[in-house]
C-alpha cells in the first residue's frame, strides 16, 4: 500500500495513519523515487497542492512520472483512493469517470462556487449500490461518513451529456448529506451534489471530503466524541471517517472482514 | 581629532546616500568602532542589526520585567522561539515550540503577501528549533470596514494567511479579530506558531561549542532583490506617498517551496538523531544572511567566514550588499560538520530535489565558522565585510523618555451612574440588545473568516475555531496529550489603559485555554504599539509591558517568546491603539477529558464565575454610548480560584461546557455556547439573578475576567457549589438549556413566573453571523 | 455606452508556473524551448471609470509591483500564437479583494500561455493546438480561445 507525496502535498501523514490503523501495510513515495512503486498494489493520492496546482490542481501530478505506474496498475483492476487533491490528479488523469482517453478529463472538479478555499465540516453518503464500488468491500447501502471538505477545487463540474452519464452508470459514489443522510446541497455547488466520482470498474475512487481528517474520536465534534469523554482509550480509537479506510482494507484482503 | 570627524562625516554621508534608517549618533559609532568609513555591505548590516527590530533598542531595558522562568520552561526567551513542556509520553518528554511575530507594515502596503510571509517566517522560527510545525493561530486588527482601503486589507489579509498556510499544510486552530478606526491606515497582522519537539532533539541557533571548521550551509531559495531593506523598513513610519516604494522591501513567498523545505528538514532532523550530531539551525529573516548566519556564530561565540558568490542567486550581478543583507524569503542557514554536509545537501537537492521546484533554489555550502569572533564576508575574493560579532550583533540600547498613561479610574458614583444610564437606554428590551451586541463587529460571528483558513490538515484538530475559546490539537500520534493555544488583546481596553489593558489580555489568553480544560504553561507576546521617539506612546508600551508582569506574575505563568512592533503610525499622526496580544499554550495531560464551549444537551444549570460589574469599554458600552470610564478590574485571587473550580469541576465530570466571558460579556456567551455546530439544538431559559439585580439586563453583558459553565444535572451542581464554596467564590445561577429552540427570559428560577421575553435562536444566530458572512461571503 | 479594457500581468520574477508547464509539455513530446504565461483581465468598463490603470495597478491581488507587470492591450482577444483558457461557465465577477471599482461593471479572468520554439518563433499551430487538448485546457470545465 503506498501514499504517494507530491511536490505540495500536505496530507501523507495522518492519511498513512488511517492505514496503519485499519491494519494495511502503508508506506510513503515521494516524487524522487517512482521506481519505488512497482513493489505495491494499492495506492492513495493524499490531499494537498500537488506542484502547487500550477495550470490546475492535479493536472501537472498526472502526468507526472510518479502517477504512471498508478495509472497502470488502476487499468489492471487495483485499487487506487485519491483523496482531495489526489481526487482532482485522478479526474485529470481521466481515471474517473474514466468514461474517456486517458489524461482527456470528461470531468472535473473545478473552482468552488464561492471562488475561495472553504474548510466545512461536511457528511458524505453513498449514493451507489455497494456492489457497484469493490474498492469499498462491505460498505453498507446509504452509509453515511463524515468527513472534512477542505479545498479551493472540490465542484464537480462537466458537460451536461457527461453529467447525464455520470449519474445514469452510477459514477457518482458519494453525495454531501447531513448527519442523518438527508441529502444537502454541496458546500462547494459541485454538479449532482456530488463529493466522489467512481470509475467503471469501481476500483479508483475520487473522494473530494477528507474522511483522515476526522477519523479518531477526539477530532469528532459532535455527540459521540462527548460519549468517550473520561475514557482515554476510546478517546484516542480510530471512528467516523475511518471507515472509508476499514472498508478500502477490506477490500485489499479480498473482501474478507478484520 | 580632523581625521576622525572626516571619518564620520564621510560615514554618514554614505549612510544617508544608501537610505539606512541608522541615526548619526549610530554611524558614528560604528565609524570610530571600525576606524574606518564602513562598506555598503557594512552599513547595511548595521542597519539591519540595529534596527528595532531586530535589536528591541527601545524595549529591551523595559522586557526585562516579565517573568520568564518556571517548572514549564524547556527553552526560555533568547532563540527564535521558546519551548514549554507538553508532557510525558513512552519516556520521552514533549515539549512545544511557541513563536510569536508581527506582520503590521508589510500587511498594510501588501496585504496579500505581506500576510501570507507573516506566517512563513514564523513558520521557519519553529522549524529551526527542530521541530515538527503543528499549528498557527493570527491575531488580526483591521481597520473600519466602512472604508473602502480598509475592506481591501481585510480581505487581502485574510486571504494571504489561508493561501501561504492552507499549502503548507499547517492548521490554522484560532485566531482573533477586531475592527478599529486606529488601525485604518496600519493593520496589525500578528501570528503565534506552535512546533512539536522532544526535549532531547530540540536544536539550537548557534554554532555548537568546538565548531570552528564546520560548513555553513544556506537553503531555500534563490537570493533575490525583494525584501532588501525589509529590517528598517519595519521600524519606520508608514507615509502613504512612500507605499510603491516600500513594496520592494516586501519579500515575495513562496509557500510551495516551503512546504517541501520544511519535509526536508523534517528528513534531516531524522537523520542528525540517527547520527548524534549536534548542529546549529536558524531561519533568515531580518537582516538576511549576514544577519542569521552572524547570530548564529555570535550565540555560540565563534566567527565567520562567508563567500557571497557561492549563494544562489535569482538574478545575475546581485551587489554584495544585497546577498548579504537582502530578506529573499524561505531560507533557512545551518551549522554542520563538514562529514555531514553531504548527507545534508543529498536530502534538500536530491531526495527533495529543491532545485526542481523553483529556479534556483538548492542548499549550498557558503562559508565556515571560525574561532575568530569575527564576520568577514568576502565577494569574489574582496572582503566587503569585516566586523566584530559582538559589536555587530551586541546592538544598542535607548532609554526613551517616555510618561505613563494615567491609569483609568471608576468611581462608585461613576459606576452607578454608569448603571443607571444602562437600565434607562433604548431598546430597554433585553434580546433587542443582545442582537446588537452579537452582531456588533468584535462580537459577531468569524466563521466566514476561519473557513477559508485549513484548520484540519494534519488530522490532529480535537477542536478548531469555532467550538471553544481555545484551539486544541492532539499532536503526538497515539498519545493522550493535547496541547490548547488562547489569545488574548482588545484595542478597546488598549485605547483607555494600556496596562490593564494588558493585564487583561494575559487572563483572556490564560482563560481560553482553562475554558477548554487545559493548564496554561506558557505565554507570548507581540507588543504593537507607535512611535517609541514620542513619550506618550513610549509610555503606553512600558505600562503594558508591566501589566504584563503583574497579570502574569500574579498567575504564575511564564512568557517563553514574544515580539515588539513599534512604529505603528502613519504619516498623518495616528497611532495604532496599544495593542498588547498575548498568546497562552495550554497543556493536556489526558484528551479524554477536554470539553467546548457549547451546549451538550437540555436540562443543564448556567452558571457564572466572577462576573465583573464594569461596563467600561465593553460592546455594550459602545453601542449604547454609556460613558463608562474604567476597565474591569482583575481580582487575581479570585480569578486564580475561579480557574481551579473550572479545571476541577472538569476532571471530575460536573460540567460539559466553558466559554470565558469576553466580548459581549455573560449574556453574549451564553449565546454563543447555544450556537453549537455539532447538530444539536438546544434552548435556555434564563433567570433574572433571584432579586439580587445583579443580572439586570444592562449588566448581562458587562466584560471580565471570569466564566459561563453547563453544569449536567442537580447532583452535579450539588457538588459544583460544594467545590465552588471550598474555593471561596460564589457562583450565579444564570438559567437552564432547555429543549426549546428558544432563549427564554423569566422573571426568576420559578416555572410559574410570567415569562418576560423570548426570542429564537436561529435569530439569534442570524444576528450573529450575518456581518461578516456579508463581507466576507458564505462559506 | 460599456468597452471593454484588457490588461495582462506578466511575471518579472522568475514563472514557476510557466517553468513547470513546459517541463510537463515537453515530456508529451511537443518541441518548444519556453512557455510565456499572463494572466489577463477583462474589465467592462462604463464612461465613469477613471483612470482605471493607476486603480488596478495598486490593487496587489491583480498586480504586485515586487513581482508583476502591468500592460494594457488594445484588443479583448488573444494575439496571433497566443491561447487564452478560461472557465466555461463563468459567473463575471464585480469586486477583486471585495472592492468595487469605480466604473467596472464586471471582471473576468483569463490565463494566455505562448509556446515559444528554439528559434523564438511561435510553435506550429497544430502543435499548440495539441498543448492545449493535452495539458493546457481540461474540456470538461474550460474553453480554449485562440486569435
Same mark, same amino acid.
Given at each position: 500500500?503506498?501514499?504517494?507525496?507530491?511536490?505540495?502535498?500536505?496530507?501523507?501523514?495522518?492519511?498513512?495513519?488511517?492505514?496503519?490503523?485499519?491494519?494495511?501495510?502503508?508506506?510513503?513515495?515521494?516524487?524522487?523515487?517512482?521506481?519505488?512503486?512497482?513493489?505495491?498494489?494499492?495506492?492513495?493520492?493524499?490531499?494537498?497542492?500537488?506542484?502547487?496546482?500550477?495550470?490546475?490542481?492535479?493536472?501537472?501530478?498526472?502526468?507526472?512520472?510518479?502517477?504512471?505506474?498508478?495509472?497502470?496498475?488502476?487499468?489492471?483492476?487495483?485499487?487506487?483512493?485519491?483523496?482531495?487533491?489526489?481526487?482532482?490528479?485522478?479526474?485529470?488523469?481521466?481515471?474517473?469517470?474514466?468514461?474517456?482517453?486517458?489524461?482527456?478529463?470528461?470531468?472535473?472538479?473545478?473552482?468552488?462556487?464561492?471562488?475561495?478555499?472553504?474548510?466545512?465540516?461536511?457528511?458524505?453518503?453513498?449514493?451507489?449500490?455497494?456492489?457497484?464500488?469493490?474498492?469499498?468491500?462491505?460498505?453498507?447501502?446509504?452509509?453515511?461518513?463524515?468527513?472534512?471538505?477542505?479545498?479551493?477545487?472540490?465542484?464537480?463540474?462537466?458537460?451536461?451529456?457527461?453529467?447525464?452519464?455520470?449519474?445514469?452508470?452510477?459514477?457518482?459514489?458519494?453525495?454531501?448529506?447531513?448527519?442523518?443522510?438527508?441529502?444537502?446541497?454541496?458546500?462547494?455547488?459541485?454538479?449532482?451534489?456530488?463529493?466522489?466520482?467512481?470509475?467503471?470498474?469501481?476500483?479508483?475512487?475520487?473522494?473530494?471530503?477528507?474522511?483522515?481528517?476526522?477519523?479518531?474520536?477526539?477530532?469528532?465534534?459532535?455527540?459521540?466524541?462527548?460519549?468517550?469523554?473520561?475514557?482515554?482509550?476510546?478517546?484516542?480509537?480510530?471512528?467516523?471517517?475511518?471507515?472509508?479506510?476499514?472498508?478500502?482494507?477490506?477490500?485489499?484482503?479480498?473482501?474478507?472482514?478484520? | 581629532?580632523?581625521?576622525?570627524?572626516?571619518?564620520?562625516?564621510?560615514?554618514?554621508?554614505?549612510?544617508?546616500?544608501?537610505?539606512?534608517?541608522?541615526?548619526?549618533?549610530?554611524?558614528?559609532?560604528?565609524?570610530?568602532?571600525?576606524?574606518?568609513?564602513?562598506?555598503?555591505?557594512?552599513?547595511?548590516?548595521?542597519?539591519?542589526?540595529?534596527?528595532?527590530?531586530?535589536?528591541?533598542?527601545?524595549?529591551?531595558?523595559?522586557?526585562?520585567?516579565?517573568?520568564?522562568?518556571?517548572?514549564?520552561?524547556?527553552?526560555?526567551?533568547?532563540?527564535?522561539?521558546?519551548?514549554?513542556?507538553?508532557?510525558?509520553?513512552?519516556?520521552?518528554?514533549?515539549?512545544?515550540?511557541?513563536?510569536?511575530?508581527?506582520?503590521?507594515?508589510?500587511?498594510?502596503?501588501?496585504?496579500?503577501?505581506?500576510?501570507?510571509?507573516?506566517?512563513?517566517?514564523?513558520?521557519?522560527?519553529?522549524?529551526?528549533?527542530?521541530?515538527?510545525?503543528?499549528?498557527?493561530?493570527?491575531?488580526?486588527?483591521?481597520?473600519?470596514?466602512?472604508?473602502?482601503?480598509?475592506?481591501?486589507?481585510?480581505?487581502?489579509?485574510?486571504?494571504?494567511?489561508?493561501?501561504?498556510?492552507?499549502?503548507?499544510?499547517?492548521?490554522?486552530?484560532?485566531?482573533?479579530?477586531?475592527?478599529?478606526?486606529?488601525?485604518?491606515?496600519?493593520?496589525?497582522?500578528?501570528?503565534?506558531?506552535?512546533?512539536?519537539?522532544?526535549?532531547?532533539?530540540?536544536?539550537?541557533?548557534?554554532?555548537?561549542?568546538?565548531?570552528?571548521?564546520?560548513?555553513?550551509?544556506?537553503?531555500?531559495?534563490?537570493?533575490?532583490?525583494?525584501?532588501?531593506?525589509?529590517?528598517?523598513?519595519?521600524?519606520?513610519?508608514?507615509?502613504?506617498?512612500?507605499?510603491?516604494?516600500?513594496?520592494?522591501?516586501?519579500?515575495?513567498?513562496?509557500?510551495?517551496?516551503?512546504?517541501?523545505?520544511?519535509?526536508?528538514?523534517?528528513?534531516?532532523?531524522?537523520?542528525?538523531?540517527?547520527?548524534?550530531?549536534?548542529?546549529?539551525?536558524?531561519?533568515?529573516?531580518?537582516?538576511?544572511?549576514?544577519?542569521?548566519?552572524?547570530?548564529?556564530?555570535?550565540?555560540?561565540?565563534?566567527?565567520?567566514?562567508?563567500?557571497?558568490?557561492?549563494?544562489?542567486?535569482?538574478?545575475?550581478?546581485?551587489?554584495?550588499?544585497?546577498?548579504?543583507?537582502?530578506?529573499?524569503?524561505?531560507?533557512?542557514?545551518?551549522?554542520?560538520?563538514?562529514?555531514?554536509?553531504?548527507?545534508?545537501?543529498?536530502?534538500?537537492?536530491?531526495?527533495?530535489?529543491?532545485?526542481?521546484?523553483?529556479?534556483?533554489?538548492?542548499?549550498?555550502?557558503?562559508?565556515?565558522?571560525?574561532?575568530?569572533?569575527?564576520?568577514?564576508?568576502?565577494?569574489?575574493?574582496?572582503?566587503?565585510?569585516?566586523?566584530?560579532?559582538?559589536?555587530?550583533?551586541?546592538?544598542?540600547?535607548?532609554?526613551?523618555?517616555?510618561?505613563?498613561?494615567?491609569?483609568?479610574?471608576?468611581?462608585?458614583?461613576?459606576?452607578?451612574?454608569?448603571?443607571?444610564?444602562?437600565?434607562?437606554?433604548?431598546?430597554?428590551?433585553?434580546?433587542?440588545?443582545?442582537?446588537?451586541?452579537?452582531?456588533?463587529?468584535?462580537?459577531?460571528?468569524?466563521?466566514?473568516?476561519?473557513?477559508?483558513?485549513?484548520?484540519?490538515?494534519?488530522?490532529?484538530?480535537?477542536?478548531?475555531?469555532?467550538?471553544?475559546?481555545?484551539?486544541?490539537?492532539?499532536?503526538?500520534?497515539?498519545?493522550?496529550?493535547?496541547?490548547?493555544?488562547?489569545?488574548?488583546?482588545?484595542?478597546?481596553?488598549?485605547?483607555?489603559?494600556?496596562?490593564?489593558?494588558?493585564?487583561?489580555?494575559?487572563?483572556?489568553?490564560?482563560?481560553?485555554?482553562?475554558?477548554?480544560?487545559?493548564?496554561?504553561?506558557?505565554?507570548?507576546?507581540?507588543?504593537?504599539?507607535?512611535?517609541?521617539?514620542?513619550?506618550?506612546?513610549?509610555?503606553?508600551?512600558?505600562?503594558?509591558?508591566?501589566?504584563?508582569?503583574?497579570?502574569?506574575?500574579?498567575?504564575?505563568?511564564?512568557?517563553?517568546?514574544?515580539?515588539?512592533?513599534?512604529?505603528?503610525?502613519?504619516?498623518?499622526?495616528?497611532?495604532?491603539?496599544?495593542?498588547?496580544?498575548?498568546?497562552?499554550?495550554?497543556?493536556?495531560?489526558?484528551?479524554?477529558?477536554?470539553?467546548?464551549?457549547?451546549?451538550?444537551?437540555?436540562?443543564?444549570?448556567?452558571?457564572?464565575?466572577?462576573?465583573?460589574?464594569?461596563?467600561?469599554?465593553?460592546?455594550?458600552?459602545?453601542?449604547?454610548?454609556?460613558?463608562?470610564?474604567?476597565?474591569?478590574?482583575?481580582?487575581?485571587?479570585?480569578?486564580?480560584?475561579?480557574?481551579?473550580?473550572?479545571?476541577?469541576?472538569?476532571?471530575?465530570?460536573?460540567?460539559?461546557?466553558?466559554?470565558?466571558?469576553?466580548?459581549?460579556?455573560?449574556?453574549?456567551?451564553?449565546?454563543?455556547?447555544?450556537?453549537?455546530?455539532?447538530?444539536?439544538?438546544?434552548?435556555?431559559?434564563?433567570?433574572?439573578?433571584?432579586?439580587?439585580?445583579?443580572?439586570?439586563?444592562?449588566?448581562?453583558?458587562?466584560?471580565?475576567?471570569?466564566?459561563?459553565?453547563?453544569?449536567?444535572?442537580?447532583?452535579?451542581?450539588?457538588?459544583?457549589?460544594?467545590?465552588?464554596?471550598?474555593?471561596?467564590?460564589?457562583?450565579?445561577?444564570?438559567?437552564?438549556?432547555?429543549?426549546?429552540?428558544?432563549?427564554?427570559?423569566?422573571?426568576?428560577?420559578?416555572?410559574?413566573?410570567?415569562?418576560?421575553?423570548?426570542?429564537?435562536?436561529?435569530?439569534?444566530?442570524?444576528?450573529?453571523?450575518?456581518?461578516?458572512?456579508?463581507?466576507?461571503?458564505?462559506? | 455606452?460599456?468597452?471593454?479594457?484588457?490588461?495582462?500581468?506578466?511575471?518579472?520574477?522568475?514563472?514557476?508556473?510557466?517553468?513547470?508547464?513546459?517541463?510537463?509539455?515537453?515530456?508529451?513530446? &511537443? *518541441?518548444?524551448? !519556453?512557455?510565456? /504565461?499572463?494572466?489577463?483581465?477583462?474589465?467592462? $468598463? @462604463?464612461?465613469?471609470?477613471? #483612470?482605471?490603470?493607476?486603480?488596478?495597478?495598486?490593487?496587489?491581488?491583480?498586480?504586485?509591483?515586487?513581482?508583476?507587470?502591468?500592460?494594457?492591450?488594445?484588443?479583448?482577444?488573444?494575439?496571433?500564437?497566443?491561447?487564452?483558457?478560461?472557465?466555461?461557465?463563468?459567473?463575471?465577477?464585480?469586486?477583486?479583494?471585495?472592492?468595487? &471599482? *469605480?466604473?467596472? !461593471?464586471?471582471? /473576468?479572468?483569463?490565463?494566455?500561455?505562448?509556446? $515559444? @520554439?528554439?528559434?523564438?518563433? #511561435?510553435?506550429?499551430?497544430?502543435?499548440?493546438?495539441?498543448?492545449?487538448?493535452?495539458?493546457?485546457?481540461?474540456?470538461?470545465?474550460?474553453?480554449?480561445?485562440?486569435?
Amino acid at each position: 500500500m503506498a501514499v504517494l507525496v507530491f511536490p505540495g502535498t500536505n496530507s501523507e501523514d495522518e492519511t498513512l495513519r488511517a492505514v496503519r490503523a485499519v491494519g494495511l501495510d502503508g508506506a510513503l513515495v515521494h516524487w524522487s523515487s517512482p521506481e519505488v512503486l512497482a513493489q505495491f498494489d494499492a495506492f492513495i493520492l493524499p490531499g494537498g497542492f500537488a506542484y502547487e496546482d500550477r495550470v490546475r490542481s492535479g493536472a501537472v501530478a498526472a502526468h507526472d512520472a510518479l502517477i504512471d505506474p498508478v495509472i497502470e496498475a488502476a487499468q489492471a483492476g487495483k485499487f487506487v483512493l485519491g483523496i482531495c487533491n489526489g481526487a482532482q490528479i485522478l479526474a485529470e488523469a481521466g481515471l474517473v469517470p474514466g468514461t474517456g482517453p486517458l489524461r482527456h478529463p470528461t470531468a472535473a472538479f473545478a473552482p468552488n462556487a464561492s471562488g475561495r478555499f472553504q474548510s466545512v465540516h461536511v457528511h458524505v453518503k453513498l449514493a451507489v449500490a455497494p456492489e457497484r464500488i469493490p474498492i469499498l468491500a462491505g460498505i453498507a447501502p446509504g452509509a453515511v461518513i463524515p468527513a472534512w471538505a477542505s479545498h479551493g477545487d472540490g465542484r464537480l463540474a462537466a458537460p451536461t451529456d457527461e453529467l447525464e452519464r455520470i449519474e445514469r452508470d452510477g459514477h457518482c459514489a458519494f453525495v454531501y448529506c447531513d448527519r442523518d443522510g438527508n441529502p444537502v446541497p454541496a458546500p462547494n455547488g459541485a454538479a449532482l451534489d456530488c463529493a466522489a466520482l467512481v470509475n467503471r470498474a469501481g476500483n479508483v475512487l475520487a473522494i473530494m471530503p477528507h474522511p483522515e481528517r476526522d477519523a479518531w474520536t477526539f477530532n469528532h465534534n459532535d455527540a459521540s466524541r462527548d460519549a468517550a469523554r473520561g475514557d482515554t482509550q476510546a478517546m484516542l480509537a480510530p471512528s467516523g471517517g475511518i471507515r472509508l479506510f476499514e472498508h478500502f482494507a477490506r477490500a485489499l484482503r479480498g473482501g474478507v472482514p478484520a | 581629532m580632523h581625521r576622525t570627524a572626516t571619518l564620520v562625516d564621510d560615514t554618514v554621508a554614505l549612510g544617508r546616500r544608501l537610505g539606512v534608517a541608522l541615526s548619526a549618533e549610530e554611524m558614528q559609532r560604528i565609524a570610530e568602532h571600525l576606524g574606518r568609513v564602513p562598506t555598503a555591505t557594512e552599513l547595511f548590516a548595521f542597519d539591519a542589526q540595529w534596527s528595532e527590530h531586530c535589536s528591541y533598542k527601545s524595549s529591551r531595558e523595559h522586557l526585562k520585567k516579565l517573568p520568564t522562568e518556571g517548572p514549564t520552561v524547556l527553552l526560555g526567551v533568547g532563540e527564535d522561539a521558546g519551548i514549554v513542556r507538553l508532557g510525558e509520553w513512552n519516556g520521552e518528554t514533549y515539549g512545544i515550540v511557541v513563536a510569536h511575530e508581527s506582520h503590521n507594515h508589510p500587511s498594510q502596503v501588501v496585504p496579500f503577501e505581506g500576510a501570507a510571509t507573516g506566517i512563513g517566517g514564523i513558520v521557519r522560527d519553529v522549524l529551526c528549533m527542530g521541530a515538527e510545525v503543528i499549528g498557527v493561530a493570527d491575531p488580526l486588527r483591521f481597520g473600519r470596514l466602512e472604508n473602502e482601503h480598509c475592506r481591501y486589507v481585510a480581505q487581502s489579509v485574510v486571504d494571504g494567511i489561508a493561501a501561504y498556510g492552507n499549502a503548507i499544510g499547517v492548521p490554522n486552530v484560532g485566531g482573533d479579530v477586531f475592527f478599529d478606526e486606529s488601525f485604518d491606515e496600519n493593520v496589525l497582522v500578528n501570528v503565534v506558531a506552535l512546533g512539536l519537539v522532544k526535549a532531547q532533539d530540540i536544536i539550537h541557533s548557534r554554532a555548537p561549542q568546538g565548531s570552528a571548521g564546520w560548513d555553513i550551509v544556506l537553503v531555500g531559495k534563490a537570493t533575490d532583490r525583494s525584501g532588501f531593506g525589509g529590517a528598517s523598513f519595519s521600524s519606520l513610519t508608514l507615509n502613504e506617498d512612500d507605499a510603491d516604494q516600500n513594496k520592494g522591501a516586501v519579500q515575495v513567498p513562496d509557500p510551495f517551496l516551503k512546504n517541501v523545505i520544511m519535509r526536508a528538514s523534517y528528513a534531516v532532523f531524522a537523520e542528525l538523531r540517527a547520527n548524534g550530531i549536534t548542529a546549529g539551525f536558524k531561519d533568515l529573516g531580518a537582516g538576511g544572511l549576514a544577519g542569521c548566519s552572524a547570530e548564529l556564530c555570535a550565540a555560540g561565540g565563534m566567527g565567520a567566514e562567508v563567500e557571497l558568490e557561492r549563494v544562489s542567486t535569482a538574478q545575475r550581478d546581485l551587489p554584495p550588499e544585497v546577498i548579504a543583507i537582502g530578506e529573499t524569503q524561505e531560507r533557512l542557514c545551518w551549522i554542520v560538520p563538514p562529514s555531514f554536509t553531504p548527507t545534508l545537501l543529498s536530502i534538500y537537492n536530491d531526495m527533495y530535489s529543491l532545485p526542481r521546484i523553483a529556479r534556483g533554489a538548492c542548499a549550498a555550502v557558503i562559508g565556515k565558522v571560525t574561532g575568530s569572533g569575527r564576520y568577514v564576508a568576502r565577494h569574489h575574493g574582496e572582503t566587503v565585510m569585516d566586523v566584530d560579532l559582538e559589536f555587530l550583533t551586541g546592538g544598542i540600547r535607548y532609554e526613551r523618555p517616555y510618561v505613563l498613561p494615567a491609569p483609568a479610574e471608576e468611581s462608585d458614583a461613576d459606576r452607578e451612574r454608569v448603571s443607571a444610564a444602562a437600565l434607562a437606554w433604548n431598546p430597554t428590551s433585553l434580546f433587542e440588545r443582545l442582537k446588537l451586541v452579537l452582531s456588533h463587529r468584535d462580537v459577531c460571528s468569524r466563521a466566514s473568516i476561519y473557513r477559508r483558513y485549513d484548520g484540519v490538515v494534519r488530522g490532529c484538530t480535537a477542536i478548531p475555531p469555532g467550538f471553544a475559546d481555545a484551539g486544541v490539537l492532539v499532536p503526538v500520534p497515539g498519545a493522550p496529550l493535547g496541547v490548547a493555544v488562547g489569545l488574548g488583546g482588545n484595542p478597546r481596553y488598549g485605547k483607555i489603559d494600556p496596562g490593564r489593558a494588558a493585564e487583561l489580555a494575559v487572563v483572556e489568553a490564560i482563560a481560553s485555554v482553562i475554558a477548554v480544560g487545559a493548564t496554561p504553561v506558557g505565554l507570548t507576546d507581540c507588543l504593537n504599539f507607535g512611535d517609541p521617539t514620542i513619550p506618550d506612546q513610549m509610555g503606553a508600551f512600558v505600562a503594558a509591558v508591566e501589566g504584563l508582569a503583574t497579570s502574569a506574575g500574579a498567575l504564575g505563568v511564564p512568557f517563553v517568546s514574544g515580539n515588539v512592533s513599534l512604529y505603528n503610525r502613519s504619516s498623518s499622526g495616528n497611532h495604532v491603539a496599544p495593542s498588547p496580544i498575548v498568546g497562552c499554550v495550554g497543556a493536556i495531560a489526558d484528551i479524554s477529558r477536554t470539553t467546548t464551549g457549547t451546549f451538550k444537551r437540555a436540562g443543564s444549570w448556567i452558571v457564572a464565575l466572577t462576573t465583573t460589574d464594569s461596563f467600561g469599554a465593553s460592546v455594550f458600552a459602545e453601542i449604547a454610548k454609556l460613558d463608562a470610564r474604567g476597565l474591569p478590574g482583575i481580582d487575581y485571587e479570585t480569578f486564580k480560584e475561579s480557574c481551579a473550580i473550572v479545571q476541577e469541576a472538569l476532571a471530575g465530570d460536573l460540567v460539559l461546557a466553558v466559554r470565558d466571558i469576553s466580548d459581549g460579556g455573560v449574556l453574549g456567551a451564553v449565546a454563543e455556547m447555544a450556537f453549537g455546530d455539532d447538530g444539536r439544538t438546544i434552548g435556555v431559559e434564563l433567570f433574572d439573578g433571584f432579586g439580587t439585580g445583579k443580572f439586570e439586563s444592562g449588566r448581562l453583558f458587562a466584560e471580565g475576567a471570569g466564566f459561563v459553565l453547563e453544569v449536567g444535572g442537580h447532583a452535579e451542581m450539588d457538588a459544583f457549589f460544594l467545590l465552588c464554596e471550598e474555593h471561596g467564590v460564589y457562583p450565579d445561577q444564570i438559567g437552564m438549556t432547555t429543549n426549546g429552540e428558544r432563549l427564554v427570559y423569566r422573571h426568576n428560577e420559578s416555572q410559574n413566573c410570567d415569562e418576560i421575553e423570548s426570542i429564537s435562536i436561529a435569530e439569534l444566530r442570524e444576528a450573529w453571523e450575518a456581518p461578516l458572512r456579508d463581507f466576507y461571503g458564505r462559506q | 455606452m460599456s468597452a471593454t479594457r484588457t490588461f495582462a500581468v506578466t511575471l518579472t520574477i522568475p514563472d514557476n508556473e510557466a517553468f513547470t508547464a513546459f517541463e510537463t509539455l515537453s515530456r508529451l513530446g &511537443i *518541441a518548444l524551448a !519556453r512557455v510565456g /504565461r499572463a494572466d489577463i483581465w477583462l474589465f467592462d $468598463v @462604463d464612461a465613469s471609470a477613471g #483612470d482605471l490603470a493607476a486603480t488596478i495597478a495598486s490593487i496587489e491581488t491583480i498586480h504586485n509591483p515586487n513581482k508583476h507587470r502591468l500592460t494594457e492591450r488594445s484588443s479583448d482577444r488573444p494575439a496571433p500564437g497566443e491561447v487564452w483558457v478560461a472557465p466555461r461557465d463563468e459567473a463575471p465577477a464585480t469586486l477583486v479583494a471585495g472592492r468595487a &471599482i *469605480a466604473g467596472v !461593471r464586471t471582471i /473576468r479572468r483569463r490565463t494566455a500561455w505562448r509556446l $515559444v @520554439d528554439d528559434q523564438g518563433a #511561435d510553435v506550429p499551430s497544430a502543435e499548440l493546438v495539441r498543448a492545449v487538448e493535452s495539458f493546457l485546457c481540461n474540456r470538461a470545465f474550460q474553453v480554449a480561445i485562440t486569435a
